[in-house]
């Protein structure tokens, strides 16, 4: 298998040569962007519009068909007030960030700054704070076929000693409904606030070739047509050089369909291969795609694999939901097992005055088998071979805590219809349950603490403020850098 890298520098040549025809934003939603999620899922489980809601980011096309095909409930006068504003906030995002229709053209450049007085331990779906200082400069082109953008970051005191990085640069390219891209792009898998067990945005987002459906419509086979709503995305990836096997690929694969409109499901697999010393043929890739050898002396690779499912309801204007997600280490059978898992129950679109409120409960737990009262501790995320672990620059790429940990969080989200979300969330943990110094990056013994975070996000036409404030009660002997209990972090976006 030819090098990664030359792969990208094929792609982006052969892109580059003709972008300059086309603009404007990435053809995909940020996974920064957390009441654009909140919104999005608040209208969807209303019934007006119906898209896969797991496989972050979501594709702007999608949202567009899905907006272009709104139910009936769409037309009647007694909309309630809170969902017509989330549609009024999904409608003015998708037109900042997406060529819509027989629209020319278009390009956006982006300032951002980020300052904190300290990295954060743990990230969640829409809150990742890194570094103490970043400041980017971007800028995007968005066409009928092709799109491209460069982001350019100077991070001041980084973890993984990187001080300037490309991460948030592509190139894609629109094929029939399918998008073909290669770029650092953020990724987060399954139906979690607080976690994603197999890919999220705990890590710097890894250089990678990719390729997805971009509308997400039904078969209209009247043998598939019960599958409803349906995404896939496939990408493979380059992990870092400075780790045990150096240049290690990452493989990653998410179907997710919604066969009911208030039920979603979605299977995911992610693998480690090849790198130097290893290797990296066509036979591996596929022994790697179907599971196949993994505990096997020369195996491919370190395999893992799970499924997810989200179910809702309505009761007047506000939604509930259960979500759980399952995801196993190692294959037996060509069937993932040792799971690690995760629950939540949601309460969505409370009214409060001209806003709303969404309520989250949310428990996981990283230990290999507890689930079924099997316990394999230092099996999640780990590896013989692949030493390094389940690791991207010394973050974990699944959950946040690591193995071996547990989490329970309660998170409310308040939505005020006149443009901004504010965020608590409270969360008790129990990290690296067993103390096994070298298995878990986030704490190197067994640690008990609590974690708060409140945050604002608000946005003002093409200005976009982020505030926020964290404290534990105490800090894990980690191999991180240093951090301190109590963090304050701002960021400021202004695009045109």
Known sequence: MPELRNIFIAFACLMGGVIAANGNAAPWTPTEDLRLRVELQRVTDAGLIQIPLTSWPIPWADIEYALNHQSDDMIQPELEKSLQSSLNYIRKELAKNYKIGGESALRNTTYEASVANTSSLFNSFGHAVEQEAIVALGTEWNGEILSAGIEIQYASNPIDERNWRFDGSYVAARLGNWNLAVGATERWWGPGWQSSLILSNNPRPVPAISFSRAVSHAPKSKWLHWIGPWHLISFIGQLEQDRFIPEAKLFGM?????????????????????????????????????????????????????????????????????????????????????????????????????????????????????????????????????????????????????????????????????GGLWKVAISQLDLNTDGITASNQISKKHHKLQHFVLNHQRTINFTTLNLGIEWSSSIPDTNLADTDRFGVYASLGYRI
């Open 254 to 418: 998410r179907f997710s369909f919604k066969p009911f409109p208030n039920f979603e499901f979605g299977f995911s697999r992610t693998a480690q291969f090849g790198g130097v010393g290893r290797s990296q043929t066509l036979g591996d890739l596929g022994r790697v795609f179907i599971g196949k050898d993994e505990n096997q002396a020369g195996g491919p690779g370190n395999q893992l694999g799970g499924f997810d499912a989200r179910f809702s309801w309505m009761v007047f204007e506000t939604s509930g939901a259960l979500y759980g997600q399952l995801i196993g280490e190692d294959e037996a059978g060509f069937l993932p097992s040792k799971y690690i898992f995760l629950a939540g129950l949601e309460l969505s679109g409370v009214p409060i005055n001209r806003s709303y409120l969404s309520l989250f409960f949310e428990y996981s737990d990283t230990l290999s088998g507890r689930i079924v009262n099997d316990e394999r501790p230092n099996t999640a995320y780990g590896h013989s071979v692949y030493r390094s672990g389940y690791h991207y620059r010394s973050r974990p790429i699944g959950s946040s805590f690591d193995n071996d940990s547990r989490s329970i969080t309660l998170g409310a989200m308040l939505v005020n219809n006149e």
